[in-house]
């Protein structure tokens, strides 16, 4: 994986994502044809791919690595955030969930930032490439925040 390939995945995600199946709903699929189920369904394909690493043994040591000294129990907390984003993912995708996941969802990005802001002050890496700059990183989560707060409306 290239360093662009590298920090820009869940980005290409939600916004490849987004446009794929905003077109397969303008096709007929009736499942699609709105905004706000194309963005739930590519927000969770994003988190499919943000999720499932934490389970990978190299890059749990990376995620473990990135969690700011100040908490404990890093490899917990980097299975704890697994689950959540798969489980937020799944949420996303049954209507009746979908607005509580989510705001959900928006919360545990929002709390998650910290560790973010942590791996670039402290020039970590990620899947052996260095995490993505502080400036690209914000400006990418206030962009995944938006999309988990409107998924929700």
């Known amino acids: 994986m290239t360093r662009l390939e590298d920090g820009m995945v869940p980005f290409i995600a939600l916004t490849g994502g987004f446009v794929v199946l905003r077109l397969l709903g303008v096709a007929g699929v009736d499942a699609l044809d709105a905004w706000q189920p194309a963005l739930r369904g590519a927000l969770a394909l994003m988190?499919?791919?943000?999720?499932?690493?934490?389970?990978?043994?190299?890059?749990?040591?990376?995620?473990?690595?990135?969690?700011?000294?100040v908490f404990p129990r890093p490899a917990l907390l980097v299975t704890l955030t697994g689950v959540l984003e798969l489980a937020?993912?799944?949420?996303?995708?049954?209507?009746?969930?979908?607005?509580?996941?989510?705001?959900?969802?928006?919360?545990?990005?929002?709390?998650?930032?910290?560790?973010?802001?942590?791996?670039?002050?402290?020039?970590?890496?990620?899947?052996?490439?260095?995490?993505?700059?502080?400036?690209?990183?914000?400006?990418?989560?206030?962009?995944?925040?938006?999309?988990?707060?409107?998924?929700?409306?």
């Open 88 to 153: 937020g993912a799944a949420g996303l995708l049954i209507p009746r969930l979908a607005p509580y996941a989510g705001v959900c969802l928006a919360l545990l990005m929002i709390a998650m930032f910290p560790a973010n802001v942590s791996a670039a002050r402290r020039g970590l890496t990620l899947g052996g490439k260095p995490v993505t700059p502080l400036p690209a990183r914000t400006a990418l989560q206030v962009l995944f925040v938006a999309a988990a707060i409107a998924s929700a409306m």
């Open 47 to 69: 988190l499919a791919f943000t999720g499932v690493p934490h389970f990978l043994p190299s890059w749990r040591r990376d995620f473990a690595a990135m969690v700011p000294p």
